[in-house]
């Protein structure tokens, strides 16, 4: 009697284009020393980013205590809580 009857091979190769699909899709890490794919030059001269780019924002109220639409007691305070510090 056969061991691989047409299913369980059918049921292999299946499982095997797919791990072979999964792992093709993946994309390993570069190891030093060992150069990547090299790209064709552009034909527009591209510019250079600057990593930091220093922008004056306003400022934006994050949070408020007590919540909108609550109860403030008369001897309360309110807090505001902005992104940036205040002068």
């Known amino acids: 009697m056969k061991n691989s009857s047409p299913t369980r091979v059918f049921q292999i190769s ?42 004056t924002l306003p400022p934006a109220l994050v949070e408020t205590s007590p919540a909108p639409r609550s109860e403030l007691p008369l001897n309360g305070s309110l807090v505001f809580q902005f992104n940036q510090p205040m002068d």
């Open 14 to 55: 299946i499982h095997l284009i797919l791990l072979a699909a999964v792992l093709g899709a993946c994309t390993l890490p570069r190891l030093p020393g060992i150069p990547g794919p090299t790209q064709a030059p552009s034909a527009a001269p591209t510019r250079a980013i600057p990593k930091t780019i220093q922008q």
